[in-house]
């Protein structure tokens, strides 16, 4: 069973070989016994991610995504640079996994990926501790329990997935001698952007891509402001989530809309990465074939960044297309 899978900030994708998809926010949350929750909760699994996990820490339970979101002791992302170090990292890995993998019996080969700044960092420790990496996984109130540990793991640099998926879309396209192509992947807590040159075949420019430390988190604390005088309220996570969402929220009896400071927001989050991006590369924008643009942030501020080149394309699927290009990357594994 080949798995792409994305540990993003904001929320965790992932995809299997039978193109299976899941979703969820990268929210952790201490977890207790809920006596109650068969009499109202539907069949959505996904919704409903109450995880017991033993492994070499013990046993622990958690609410993961949604649940914690709701009834969660702490409902707030973990946004700590060095979170793939933490045991929360493992349990968003672990319910995952289980996730793609329930009713197969097949061993795993997984492929997944840390942002560059992370990458060069983290990359042996976490590729090693996920290739030792055992557990019991259950889900105690749907009866569901499986091993969860890998035959094969493999880490990349988060956005090579993005590229790797919008290349192979149209290879012939975009493999012209002696061009670049940028990838700019934006998440919820960063903003990764990735250069290749194309010769007879695309490589990493290392010293010319990087990782700027600003993603749709930061919008959240203008959010907070604005969200107060127009409330008199404190804005919490899942509060944030429902607006970026919805553009609106219900409050006292009616619908307070925010759409028009949130799309200002975006075009002014655009123009900080579009600065940033401008200042690192404009020694070879004249000789960009194309800039992709992929994330979940990357959907939201395509319209706020084509100004930055003449060739500027949002990737198909933006928001899977990591875990998407780390599947392609696992089934030409041999």
Known sequence: MNIGLDLGFGYVKGVNSQNKRIIFPSIVSIGFDRPLAGIFNTNDIIENLHVKIIDKDGENSYYIG????????????????????????????????????????????????????????????????????????????YKLMKTVEFEKVTVFPQAAGAVYYALLEDLDKYLLSDSYIVLIDIGFKTTDYIVFFIEDRPYFLADLSGTIDVGISKIFTAMEQIYSSKTGSNLDTADF?????????????????????????????????????????????????????????????????????????????????NALGFLKVAEIQK
Request: charged letters at 25%; a neutral charge; zero cysteines.
């Open 66 to 141: 949604n649940l914690a979101r709701r009834e969660g002791f702490s409902n707030s992302f973990a946004l700590d640079i060095d979170k793939y170090t933490e045991p929360e990292a493992r349990a968003l890995l672990s319910a995952a996994v289980l996730l793609l993998t329930l009713n197969e019996n097949e061993s795993v080969n997984l492929v997944t990926g840390l942002p560059l700044k992370q990458f060069q960092a983290y990359k042996k420790a976490f590729e090693e501790e996920l290739k030792n990496y055992k557990a019991l996984v259950s889900l105690p109130e």
């Open 241 to 321: 989530i429902t607006i970026l969402n919805r553009g609106s929220i219900y409050f006292k009896g009616k619908y307070v809309d925010f759409t028009e400071e949130i799309t200002a927001l975006n075009r002014e989050l655009a123009k900080l990465i579009e600065k940033r991006i401008y200042t690192s590369l404009k020694g070879i924008l004249d000789k960009v074939l194309v800039i992709f643009v992929a994330g979940g942030g990357g959907a939201d501020l395509y319209p706020h960044l084509k100004d930055i080149h003449t060739n500027v394309e949002l990737v198909k699927d933006a928001q899977f297309a």
